[in-house]
């Protein structure tokens, strides 16, 4: 899209505001960036940013800066509630999200995925499968590299693949995916809505703009309004009808049909299967061929963070779960184990309690060790079925889950809410898990 002759603002200098800036300015505008947190940190990617041609403003000059702009752009990371975003709007300032403005640019279809869980291994399995069916593309958005880092080269994909946030969604106008994925929902970020049905309305603007030529692929326990897309349906749910669904044993079925089995991937639990499920069909909405996309499936390994295996020490097993990040995450980790648990959980208050975990708890884990702002409000939800240990850091929570564990038993660090109590992300969280884990000693056994 051109932009020549506009004056754009560019709201956060994060990796995405940094990356709308540049395709900002390869598209004939002309670029203020302003920043109003800790310059300090920013400023290598605002010198590289000046000498392409924008003007940088950060820290406090940030709020205090008065211009006529064409239009502002909003970073992901921003809340549009917070000063420096709202002044813009006060003045009249059409407000555009980063994914609206990277779409407006995007030269190839869009493949877009939501949820409340299983967005990251949705998004990433959805391009890699695309990618050995001949079908090029690149996962983008949420996922961690910037839709306006793809756009800008878009006319050499067939699918940009983007992950996206009920937050992106909220700043979206134009935006029309060809495939809106929606994975599943609970409950979660209520910090930032007044209520379920908000996030809801949120999430629901992924479909707001297709039409019958575009696709809904979407869980089928999901009660969701009339869309105009065609609709294709998933679920691992027994006795729910849908287009995908999990037969016998762990063979994931295609209107009756086997495609493949659970346990030639390396993906594990029902909702895995429901994300290689969603995966699938994103392909074949695109012209994929199934066969084609079977050995990706076979091939993709989950990303970190999420049900990963850390270690085993003294017949104990580690998993990090760093990534959930809400109640339904924590409640899938957990019915995914086999075997006796110490469940690590707990860290910022979002909002929500830990109250409707309670039964799931108790039948699935022996003892619970709890962290972050969290823990105690959680002991007192969960002590009627588990008993609780809260404890003041994540290295003090290692060590008590590990004087609690028994051979056999499985140590699993699923939070079940965000990290920002402790932590500056989920990956530092789960890093600082992992790290934790691997300066572990094994017992000396003698006889």
Sequence with gaps: MDYTGKHAAVLGLGRSGAAAARLLLESGASVTVLDSGDPAPRREAAGQLSSRGARVVLGDDALRCVQDFDFAVLSPGIDPVVPLARRPVESGVPLLGEIELAFRSCRCPVV???????????????????????????????????????????????????????????????????????????????????????????????????????????????????????????????????????????????????????????????????????????????????????????????????????????GVTYINDSKSTNLDALAQALQGQSGGVVLIAGGKNKGFDFAPLTDLVGARAHDAVLIGELRGSIAREWSGSVPCHPVDSLGAALDQARSLARPGDTVLFSPGTSSFDMFRSYEERGDTFKQLVRQIQPTNHTS
Aim: net charge negative; aromatic share 6%; hydrophobic share 45%.
């Design 112 to 314: 877009a995925i939501t949820g409340t869980n299983g967005k990251t291994t949705t998004t990433g399995l959805t391009a890699e499968l695309l990618n050995a069916a001949g079908i090029t593309a690149e996962a983008c958005g949420n996922i961690g590299l910037p839709f306006s880092e793809v756009a800008a080269h878009s006319g050499s994909l067939d699918a940009a693949v983007v992950e996206i946030s009920s937050f992106q969604l909220e700043t979206t106008d134009t935006f029309r995916p060809r495939v809106a994925v929606w994975t599943n929902f609970s409950a979660n970020h209520l910090d930032r809505y007044p209520d379920v049905a908000s996030y809801r309305a949120a999430k629901l603007r992924i479909f707001d703009r297709q039409t019958a030529e575009d696709f809904a692929v979407v869980n089928a326990r999901l009660e969701l309004p009339a869309l105009r897309a065609q609709r294709v349906t998933f679920t691992a749910a027994p006795a729910v009808e849908a287009d995908f669904t999990l037969g016998e044993g762990d063979m994931i079925l295609h209107h009756g049909a086997p495609v493949i089995a659970m346990s030639e991937t390396r993906l594990r639990g029902p909702h895995n299967a429901e994300n290689l499920m969603a995966a699938l069909a994103a392909g074949l909405c695109l012209g994929a061929d199934l066969q084609k996309m079977l050995p990706a499936a076979r091939a993709y390994a989950p990303p970190p963070h999420r049900c990963e295996f850390v270690g085993e020490v003294d």
